[in-house]
Structures are given as C-alpha cells and as structure tokens.
C-alpha cells in the first residue's frame, strides 16, 4: 500500500532534519515523499537538496501560503494514502507500517486517526494525546482530540474534497478533515503512539500570534458547515462537551493518584 507523505518547510531548519529522519528511516518499503519549500533563507533548502536522492519531489516555488503549499504537494502525490508533516513534527518509528496494516484491515475507513504526543523545542514530552470523538459537531464545539501529525487519510476522500482552503491561515488541517467527514468520510482510530506535534516560541500554536485570525477562521468554517451563525444553542453543546473532558480529565488523574498510593 503505497503512502504519499508531504512536508511543508519554511524556515525550520533547526528542526527540519529531524522531521525528514523520521520518515525516512521508517524503513517503509512504499513510501513516496515530497518536500515542498516556497522560499527559505535559513539554509532549509540546501538540507532539503542533500536528501534529493531520498525523495520522489521537490517543490521549490512560492506559494500563497501553507495550504496552497500543500494543494500543490499533493497534486504531486499517487500514494492510496496521504499524510502531511510540518518540518518541525516528527513521526514515531514503525508508524507507516501501523497504517498501512490498519488501512488494510478497515477497507471502509477513510481518515484514520492515531495516538501521539506535544513536544517542546528540545523533544521532550509535554504531554499524550490519544485521538477520539472526531465527528462535525464536536470539532466546531471543541469537543474532541486529534492530532494532525498521526492522521492518515485515503486519496479518494482528498480527491473528493475541496482541497486545503487556501484562504485559511491557521486551521486549515482542521478545516480540510471536518470537510472530508462532513462528506461522509469515515474515522477510524488506531490504537497507537504515532508522530510528535513540536510546540516552539516561532509555531503557529506555540506564539498565539494569530488567535484572532485563528477565531475568524473558525467562524466561517462553521457558517460554511451550518450555514448560519453561532449562537446560544452552540454555546450550550460546547459547554457540554468541555465539561465532559474536564470529567474525563478529572477522572484520569484520579486513577494515576490511586496507583501511585497503592503501588
């Protein structure tokens, strides 16, 4: 089962190697991955260069901005299986071959979600993420967890999607699968720990700097999947949602306390 992966880079050297290691010495026998950079001055380019043997396409040229840089990846891609990285993330060893075999075993599933982790600048943990409840209601009412880095998704539902909005400059990973499963794509999880999300001072997550952007974008996702404005009727389900994982929360550590005084 062939998996195209892309890697968006801009700028990211100091952590570009380590994303391009890790999915590359996954030792999966049918990869295709193609690296896409619209004009790095750090050195990134001359990395990506170095590594021109191991990969089936560069894409050197501008672009309107990271979903358009992507769009243009994946008209490149002919791989049943799609994923993309950021050059600051990291896939964990042996994660093709989780999904390739899941893939394999759930012929109706269409996005498959997996496990992973939020890592700082340095690599270490911060904390798991184990990915759940992804369906169109509780992604807009943040009622759910998922980690872009360990989701895996056939051509098909990409193909017959619109694409990454190139519009949208700071979900549109978010915005690209709420679509995918608003057509009627199937989620399946994958009961493993598969990529790291880094959270670094110059991330989009990590500096906050475009939350107001963050929020209008968000706004007219919803209007796009409703077709009307939120009010207190969304308000109430989000309430509910987030109550139920400050439950989930909650009763999780309380399970860890537990263990520590009976150990």
Known sequence: MKISIVTLSLNQQNYLKDALDSVLQQGYPELEYIVVDPGSTDGSRELIQSYANQLSHMIFERDRGAADGLNKGFARATGEIFAFLNADD???PGSL?????FFEQHSDCDVAMGNGFV??????VQRHVRARSFTVRRYVCGGTNWLQQSTFFRSRAFLNSPGFNVENRTCWDG???????????????????LAGFRIHDSSISGSGRLQQQYEQDSSRIF?????????IRDDVQRFFYRSE????H????MQKITKREFA
Do not use: C
């Not at 071959?97 to 075999?101: I, K």
């Not at 994982?245 to 989930?248: D, F, H, I, K, Y």
């Open 250 to 253: 909650m009763r999780t550590w």
């Open 97 to 101: 071959q989780r999904v390739a075999d």
């Open 245 to 248: 994982g400050l439950l989930r």
């Open 119 to 124: 890592i700082d600048g340095e690599g270490r």
């Open 223 to 231: 209007r796009d999947l409703f077709g009307r404005e939120w009010d």
């Open 175 to 193: 915005e690209l699968f709420v679509k995918m499963v608003h057509q009627g794509a199937k989620v399946g999880y994958i009961a493993a720990d």
């Open 90 to 92: 990291i896939l964990l």
